[in-house]
């Protein structure tokens, strides 16, 4: 890979950029060689310390007590309908949050794969 990769420097001789050939580029993206389509559940962008952050992410603690009280509620029939509301938007958010941290976990799996075969 050594080949496939050329540094731009600045006056000072600093490393401040980096070309790649498609090839690479594409390894390193995820893309196919033959359909040029990106794995769309990767997070790309993100270093491994952010998507391992990600991962182990939660809701907040008045989230989740939030959440926890209108779950007792809801499974009494207790819930008004801005609790309801409430309820539902918080649900969403944990649905979301599970979404993207199996991306993350995904991502780093996949990163963690392309460094033993390295």
Do not use: C, H
Not at 47 to 61: F, G, I, M, R, T
Not at 69 to 81: H, R
């Amino acid at each position: 890979m050594s080949d496939s990769v050329q540094y731009v420097t600045n006056a000072q001789g600093e490393k401040v950029g980096v070309l790649l050939d498609l090839k690479t580029y594409q390894q390193l993206t995820n893309l196919s060689v033959n359909s040029e389509s990106v794995d769309s559940e990767l997070l790309i962008g993100l270093n491994l310390d952010e998507l391992q952050a990600l991962a182990e992410s939660y809701l907040s603690p008045k989230a989740q007590i939030q959440l926890q009280e209108l779950l007792v509620k809801n499974s009494e029939n207790y819930l008004s309908d801005d609790e309801t509301e409430t309820l539902d938007r918080l649900l969403a958010q944990v649905d979301q949050l599970n979404i993207l941290k199996t991306r993350a976990r995904y991502t780093l799996n996949i990163f963690q794969n392309k460094q033993q075969l390295a």
